[in-house]
């Protein structure tokens, strides 16, 4: 599996790799009080990021919730608009009581790609298994991606931000060729209460880091007031 795929996986919680130079769309003001909920999607919502990644410059993005949710394969979706430095488009996020994932369209592959890096159905240690594209299928083979928590209410600091209530999950990458499934790259994502995603690593199964995304400012709109 090519470099610039791991990467891509490793980014896709930010939805910078999109080159759709949409902008954002504003909905009507937001209700949902988001404080319980680990993927706050009130409109106006904002999330600003710095990303290392293997081979390149830092780059920093800004994430926005517009307030559209489309309807893709009969599940409803939240748009999110992000702008980096290179890239600007639309991402996807699909939350429901149980499972948060996101979905993006990978250019390379003329597909679309998703990972589902929250399952609050799986205690610490437990796992679950979902696919990475529609299709079940990347580059032409079988690919899924097995998830684990790995923490719950942990504290983490971020760029010197406090969050005291974080859950670790992590994600490996696989791929069967033809000799069963092996791992190409694992993914932790730290997801904090009522902020969403704090901070993603990603490495080969080598051990080669691929990059790191940390968040460094956020804006979390409900009925009006910004939680911070």
């Known amino acids: 599996m090519n470099r610039k795929l791991l990467i891509f996986f490793g980014l896709l919680a930010l939805f910078t790799q999109a080159c759709k130079l949409d902008p954002p769309i504003y909905g009507p003001p937001p209700k949902e009080d988001w404080s319980a909920s680990f993927q706050p ?88 298994i979902a696919k990475i594209t529609d299709s079940g299928l990347l580059e032409g083979f079988p690919a899924r991606l097995i998830g684990t928590v790995k923490e719950v209410d942990a504290t983490k600091v971020v760029n010197d931000i ?9 994600m490996l990458l696989q791929q069967n060729k033809g000799n069963g499934y092996q791992t190409f790259a694992t993914y932790d994502y730290y997801i904090q209460m009522g902020v969403g995603v704090i901070q993603t690593n990603f490495v080969k199964t080598d051990g080669t880091d691929l990059g790191t995304v940390t968040i460094y400012s956020y804006d979390i709109k409900s009925n009006d007031i910004i939680v911070k």
């Open 162 to 170: 406090t969050f005291p209530r974080v859950t670790h999950t992590q």
């Open 41 to 128: 999607l009130g409109t106006g919502t904002f999330w600003k990021y710095v990303t290392n990644k293997e081979g390149g410059e830092p780059d920093s993005s800004v994430l926005t919730v517009t307030g559209e949710q489309p309807i893709i394969k009969d599940s409803t979706y939240h748009t999110i608009f992000s702008i980096s430095r290179k890239n600007a488009g639309n991402g996807y996020v699909y939350v429901n009581d149980n499972i948060i994932k996101i979905r993006l369209f990978y250019a390379d592959y003329n597909d679309n790609l998703e990972i589902e890096y929250y399952d609050n159905r799986a205690p610490v240690g437990g796992t679950w």
